[in-house]
């Protein structure tokens, strides 16, 4: 078993930025795929980033394509979301997930663990 928390969210102007973090209880999370998902209000969650299963990929929603980047330092059981150039539709809780096993990655079914969620709100 393996809890994550997120933080890092917070209220940032158009273009801005900011960097999510996930930490991980476990010291064994190197065998975890990661991966972001986000929820907006009245909408249901959604893909944004993952790493793939034992593959090294990584993996990104169109919509952020270009702007976020995933990453992760298993020495620190940390995962990372760095998100540039954000936009006003980027504003949503977003969490961070865990998966034991292969699956699709930007399926929600595929992840063991979730985060509580970290709120980002992007003013225009």
């Known amino acids: 078993q393996v809890q994550v928390v997120e933080s890092g969210g917070g209220l940032v102007q158009a273009g801005g930025s900011l960097r999510l973090s996930c930490a991980a209880s476990s010291r064994t999370f190197s065998r975890y795929a990661m991966g972001w998902f986000r929820q907006a209000p009245g909408k249901e969650r959604e893909f944004v980033a993952a790493?793939?299963?034992?593959?090294?990929?990584?993996y990104y929603a169109d919509s952020v394509k270009g702007r976020f980047t995933i990453s992760r330092d298993n020495a620190k059981n940390t995962g990372y979301l760095q998100m540039n150039t954000l936009k006003p539709e980027d504003t949503a809780v977003y969490y961070c997930?865990?998966?034991?096993?292969?699956?699709?990655?930007?399926?929600?079914?595929?992840?063991?663990?979730w985060g509580q969620g970290t709120q980002v709100t992007v003013s225009s």
């Open positions: 790493f793939g299963w034992n593959n090294g990929m990584t």
């Open positions: 997930a865990a998966r034991v096993s292969g699956g699709y990655y930007s399926s929600r079914s595929s992840y063991d663990y």
